[in-house]
């Protein structure tokens, strides 16, 4: 009765960016801007620390859109990256579509700008076609608080989890053990307050 | 075992815009007066883009509810406009009903004043006979936000689909290239920071 | 697949108002206490007003709980008042179980203090015993808005109905014909938005 | 020992608005985009209202910053526009103090984005020279509350008084007889709760 | 160096209400409608409890702006009320300053709607003809904080005291042996909280 | 159609404080220090109150995570205590499981650091398992409003009840008669505002 | 021209705990009611630990008041604690003012409930006696924050100067030096994530 | 009348970060960390830009409040660094205050953790010593709001002039054309709006 345990899994798992453009970017008002920079470079520097294909995707980016923000065209220089001429939902441009389905994984995590449109539409597309979907919430950005309630319950209901970065990063790992310095890393740089956490562990640890 | 993904369709959505009247818009405090504006403007402005048949409705205007905004009656002048002598759901006046079903169309987006009255309960009679609702949340107004979540928990587990009128346009317009002129116009007119985008992108793009 | 739309009757219904104590009182801080006395008061208001068979109970009474808001006593001399000698639960009291079904209601209308208890476990224990339950949220109060979400969202997956006492005023009402008045009254007494517009209106009717 | 009353006369009034620029706007957080927008505008309709000299300055508006959003440029195609080179303080720039004094004002209204530095540099200057100088706290906006409070401090402290554009626009009018339909207008255009007064108002003194 | 402290003294104080009118009751928005309701009722009926002169005054009432809340002039039907035919500055209207002079009063409790114009402009008039100003900050209501904050600054900085009606009454009242009964029944009407208090502690004494 | 029921008894329910460790406290953002502080010992204090077989473990100790607080050592010497070499989901640790197994509980009270992981892996995991899981919630933190959000919303989901400390006490405990003395010290001590109404009656009472 | 710096010394500092009553304490909703305990008991300990002559009143702790909370009591069995027979300033009473001036101190550290009279009104008053007044905000609370801040206001402009306990604590003990035990066993006790760092040093310290 | 206007100036002014540690940083929370670390990091960097001189401090090092976050150790290798042994107050330590008299700077740019001890006390002594202090408020940072109200009326009533690091650099530029890059390039690297901004600019005027 009750929506299944759907676990991340790093062989099933695959990431897709959507429409992270610097105009765009400015319509996000729901996190803060140091915040939501973090967050999304957090998603972008986990995909690559666990290895997950990435399909980055912009839409009309010739245009007041602006172009992808450049951190993330340099992290992934050989991911597939759709430019969309016009579609507003990614999931209606077909090299998307192919680029997803070629990375041959079951499990997405989608994060993008705005959350109701640039996330929630390709999201119920591929709930639709039995992809699992997880929306990363703190790295998809929108215009204020109601809009994102909005647009979770609409993808939440039709199936979709909702992860934020964190814990799509801890539910992949599993076990520290199998990288402790490389998780370490990625926290390191993406949460001042375990940043702070490991400075003075290893400080009195070096010390004494 | 989720709900299904209903995706918009401009050949099958009507606009029901439910007692924006002069009165009873003192009453919503959920939302800031100078957002609540824009946003009703929007709605309407978007049902006039993509000429969606639109029903308008009041509630007891001859008392203190008083009358519907001028702005909406000026921009629907040909709209079936039903003055309700004394229905608090919209549902219960046949005149309503009957305009609904002229309109000939299965996916409803409602709006209006206030959120858990007079958009919930044609709502919820609507989803009752089958209408695929969606409810444009920003575009309806009530006394704090603790009612609003009250209201849209409740059309929310009826079957309703939360939107905002953003994510609305996006979804009826689906590729830019159909129009890009008119839905940048339609942004530029409701979102500031859109506009702006604009303003700077056609300068530089025309300065050079 | 929804939860169905049940509609409230005023033939139908039965108000239970669950400890709201001079003690309990101070514990609420999820609503301000100007607003939270205008709420408890309205809908004591409209029971009356709607003649709804009304049950009233408290918890431990004698203690540091304190006696029932002697506002509640006053307005309804007649109504069962079953004051629990221990249960916290008030469907465990079976006095208070019998005085429910005395009433031949099925719709259940609960409010009370805190909400995740007083309201919460009645509230469960009337469901899984077929009654229809809707919560008077903003007559309910509790520590904080932490709380208060854990607390709806439980009842609300449960199947009850979340509504706000003018909701529910409306939903029983149907047609301001039935009772311009009336109606007009309860909303000026506990609507200072709405008194201003019955003020402003009349006012200017009356001068011209 | 306290500050003196200092009330403002629209003869001896100027209005300053600095650096309204479509990129920099990105950058205001401390107010929402749809009121800070209209606050603008509302300023920039009371200075035309009321007559008062207007000088507009730009920031470095060939980079990033942006041109002066249109619609200002629009309204005042006959003010005095200076478009600093570089100075970030506009006080530093020749141009901009020469149009300032060669208004014959004494009291200044001072606006801009951002508040700390375009609005607070160029006040403090103007204090420092002898001129009355009064904020337009809410045509002026910033990157968030925390930076909005230091910034006020500072200039209130230095001898600045806080005011709103519907203070300014009262205390300049002085009597509603000196043109009711014209102020009324003003109103009507930015304050929607106003405006909802009037239409109803109206309706009713016309209907009846 | 600092300001000096003036208490308030119950032969020397006079209170001013500036424009509690039904319409511009509207436009309040930095208190909660139920808590504004009943501060404004609070201060009336300390002024009544005190025997303070008190003085009513309202703007261009024949218009949108509405007539003064009913339960305002049925408390006091005999104070001097001052309908302005226009001035938006009380201070300006001579009937209004000869019914403050006629209380022979020095210290003035003022509140109104809005904050900076209706209560800002007689308070920095005043302050200015030498009386000793006593803002009721929450008996006044205005647009939004940041309007509210501009507006105390202003007066403050001016030598305005800022108090709240509680305060008022409590430095009024110097010793509950004046009257306990009196001044009890004068919170208990007004903080629920304290009503409470009341009657738990009457409760237990009683029924011992 | 609606989630069932589930009633907590104090014979078939057991506690798991997960990862309540001296260095993740410092990450939890969504609950201020005091007041989690407090929530957390109150969930322990009812444990052994009500003499709940608790399970407890921590993530990784011996680094930057840091010790299991001390008050929580202290108060369960003899509990099973598992500290879990690198395993981020407790449930894949087996000493974990078999620690849970061994309490011969089905109703499993769940609390941890941080929400998301640290609650959200377990419980999940739990609920698969045919457990029945109540996630209390304000003895579980993280780092954010949005995070907790999407937490809740994920376990919620999948079957899991959202209770807090208050509410499992008082679900536990059914009747007041089965122990005044105890339960009243237990919410004297973790509720300031119980434990003034226990000082306020028991004063009145004594003194009378 | 501006304040001059007055540095709390501990030979001639006093403290004066006003009306901390477990009645009074329902009103005040300010700051929340676990930390706000934290606070006041912060306080008193560090009264205790820098072995402050202290000093306590109540109000009319006889009635609805309800009496000093009884650590406070507990915590000072030999300071003087005066109960006012009805004087609201507690500086209308003469027993309190002669305690004070008994402690021969200059330096008052005040705080109390409500914090608009109870602290205000002493403080003022000491003030207008040439006493160096700190008013101690966090272990000071009232009904809402804009009653604070019109309080703060106003004791800030008359000379008080505004600190909290932990800044208190801090200049009065000037170097870790002069007792690092002591001073750190404070801050653990009321500091939860001062606590936490202790933990977390002295582990890995101890460990290594 | 008013404070005068200090305006900061690059040859005049040193930077004095006080016990940015890892420890104390968790006792942040009136700042969102991300936000928090990237104002340190800012004031920092401009520090460096400007070639200002720089004094670092540390409170009580070998103890929980840990070490200096390692990239200002990093990014000052040569400045002076005064690790105090006891002192609370940076000022009582005699290295610091030299360290301080050696740059020969009159402007003192004060930032720390926590604000109303480590920021607080150091400034007020150095007013008291004829040093133009600037607090630089969003690079301080302490436990929450009210601490931190309280904290900067103190200062600011003692003289010291509270701004925000965009602002003071801002002022210390004075002309964009003194270095276009440089200026740009630090806040690219701390705005993300602004970097946005750029890039769009740069993309735009590229491309065509």
């Known amino acids: 009765m009750s929506k299944p345990y759907k676990r991340l899994d790093k062989t099933q798992a695959a ?22 920079k973090n967050n999304v470079l957090a998603l972008a520097d986990l995909a690559k620390y666990f290895k997950l294909p990435t399909v980055l995707t912009t839409s009309f980016e010739d245009g007041p859109n602006g172009p992808l923000v450049p951190e993330l ?19 209606d441009n077909e090299d998307f579509v192919s680029a997803v ?14 959350t109701e449109v640039c996330v929630a539409f390709p999201a119920l597309a591929a ?15 929108t215009f204020n608080e109601l809009t994102r309630d ?11 989890q909702l992860m934020t970065w964190f814990g799509v ?29 490991i400075t003075a562990y290893t400080t009195v640890k070096g010390v004494k």
């Not at 389905?101 to 705005?114: D, E, F, H, S």
């Open 15 to 36: 990431v897709l960016m959507v429409d992270h453009q610097a105009g765009l970017l400015s319509l996000v008002r729901d996190i803060e801007p140091d915040r939501f």
């Open 73 to 91: 065209k340099a992290m992934f220089p050989d991911a597939p990256f759709i430019p969309r001429p016009g579609q507003i939902n990614a999931w």
């Open 101 to 114: 389905r070629a990375t041959g994984k079951k499990q997405l995590l989608i994060a993008g700008v705005v």
């Open 127 to 141: 709930l639709e076609e039995g992809f699992d979907v997880f929306v990363v919430t703190d790295a998809s950005g």
């Open 150 to 160: 909005s647009a979770w319950r609409r993808m939440s209901e039709a199936g979709a």
């Open 169 to 197: 990063a801890c539910e992949l790992h599993r076990d520290w053990r199998n990288d402790i310095e490389g998780l370490g890393t990625l926290f390191s740089n993406h949460i001042p307050d375990y940043r702070n956490l």
